[in-house]
């Protein structure tokens, strides 16, 4: 394709999802309002968050529709012009995640169901997870999507690592989804985060003409940008779990499929910090017998407790998102 068609494929592709999970989401929040599928706010929360209560959950659903509903139109004209086999991938891709979705629906449901902020154990949901990244490696590697060699980033050289490709892969896959899934605590702040990850990882696919990757990114790109219309402060619906597990397998599946998957320590920046203060918190409170790292944690809680408003932080964020996403594309893709 050249890159006049990529722009109309990316242009379709992202208008077309956003304006279908923006009509979605507008029937989808009435109904979970009248089911009270309202999100639960945990005590040991920022106080001011109690005013949340009741804010419907799950409108992940709403961008899931939209994206699988443009992903099966595109599979479908990129079948005819170029053949099944072109299409695979952006099709597993769409496996992993949607099972990361359907893992967070229960996840959610459950919650509903015992009246209550947590769902699964953290060791149910992880096996999950695990379980669903095996089957995904496992696909990409008998279509031959994959091979056992890992990219360095900014060094410019790859690396065998055999055995030990799945076991990074399975770490990252499963990390950076549960990662997302702790980003996902302020009003559209996973939104807005993996809206400009995706958009790095259109751009960076369409310098390497990976059409599945751009494609799929092109789509979850829309798909976010859609939901932070509801979304955004103060937010008229949240994600849950069904829409923050489909996101974070979205993030690591397409830089998995892209052999890039290292690539997420630059551009994934933001998640890692949420996740690695959560570990550090944690593991500090236990060592110190009590004391506490940051005020709270995820960091993003740190930040609330130190004065600054949801819009300030979701900014700060985002800007350092897309710095660090534009020095990676600079470095990686464009010179």
Request: glycine share 10%; net charge positive.
């Amino acid at each position: 394709m050249t890159d006049f068609e990529y722009l109309i494929y990316f242009a379709a592709s992202l208008i077309a999802t956003f304006l279908i999970t923006v009509l979605v989401s507008r029937k989808l929040i009435p109904f979970l309002k009248s089911k009270k599928m309202g999100q639960k706010i945990l005590d040991i929360g920022p106080r001011w968050h109690k005013g949340k209560e009741g804010t419907p959950t799950m409108g992940g659903i709403s961008f899931i529709a939209a994206a699988v509903a443009v992903g099966i139109v595109m599979a479908i004209i990129f079948s005819y012009k170029f053949g099944f086999d072109t299409v695979l991938p952006f099709i597993l891709l769409y496996v992993y995640a949607i099972l990361n979705g359907v893992i967070g629906f229960f996840d959610d449901l459950t919650k509903f169901r015992h009246k209550r902020n947590e769902g699964f154990t953290a060791p149910q949901k992880y096996f999950l997870q695990l379980l669903a990244a095996a089957v995904f490696l496992f696909l990409l590697r008998y279509f031959g999507v994959v091979d056992t060699m890992i990219y360095i980033p900014f060094a410019d050289i790859s690396v065998d690592l055999g055995i030990g490709y799945y076991i990074l892969s399975l770490i990252v896959l499963t990390g950076f989804v549960n990662s997302v899934n702790l980003t996902d605590g302020l009003d559209g702040l996973a939104s807005s985060v993996t809206f400009l990850v995706m958009g790095f990882f259109s751009a960076a696919a369409m310098s390497v003409r990976d059409s599945n990757v751009f494609l799929y990114s092109a789509i979850c790109a829309g798909a976010t940008l859609g939901f932070l219309v509801y979304n955004f402060y103060p937010a008229k619906v949240f994600m849950g779990d069904t829409g923050s597990l489909f996101l974070g397998a979205s993030v690591s599946g397409v830089a998995v499929v892209m052999k890039n998957p290292l690539i997420l320590i630059v551009v994934g920046f933001v998640y890692l910090c949420e996740a690695a203060s959560v570990i550090l918190q944690v593991g500090y409170f236990k060592i110190s017998g009590g004391k506490r790292l940051f005020k709270m944690a995820p960091i993003h809680h740190h930040f609330e407790k130190c004065g600054l408003g949801e819009i300030q932080i979701v900014g700060l964020f985002s800007l350092v998102t897309i710095i660090l996403s534009a020095v990676a594309y600079i470095v990686e893709y464009a010179i």
